[in-house]
């Protein structure tokens, strides 16, 4: 099994950067779709940013525009560059390395890291 290690969160005012990045291993890396999810206090965890292994890219509305998903494959690595961040954004990030398509929704099917918490706050 690949397991993520997410990195990268911490305290940010609102409009400020952030960069996590997702430590991977395993050959599985280069053939899979991978993504980052987050979760809020008392909200479901949901689907932020994915990227296949073709290099598509998908985004949640909120975080368009803001957000950049990429994959560094050398390095076994996906990261996800965060700009102007807004309070919102506040939760525990998650990525997922094994992500497919079906029946009109993305699943997770890849193992769960401790994720990296991120908050915006002034």
């Known amino acids: 099994q690949v397991q993520p290690v997410e990195s990268g969160g911490g305290l940010v005012q609102p409009g400020g950067s952030l960069r996590l990045s997702c430590a991977a291993s395993g050959s599985i890396f280069s053939i899979n779709a991978m993504g980052w999810y987050r979760q809020a206090p008392g909200k479901q965890r949901e689907l932020v940013a994915l990227i296949t292994s073709a290099g598509v890219t998908k985004y949640v509305d909120s975080v368009k525009g803001r957000f950049t998903i990429s994959r560094d494959n050398a390095k076994k690595t996906v990261l996800l560059q965060m700009n102007s961040l807004k309070p919102e954004d506040t939760a525990v990030y998650y990525c997922?390395?094994?992500?497919?398509?079906?029946?009109?929704?993305?699943?997770?099917?890849?193992?769960w890291g401790q994720g990296t918490q991120v908050t915006v706050s002034s």
């Open positions: 997922n390395l094994d992500i497919v398509f079906r029946s009109g929704s993305w699943y997770t099917r890849g193992s």
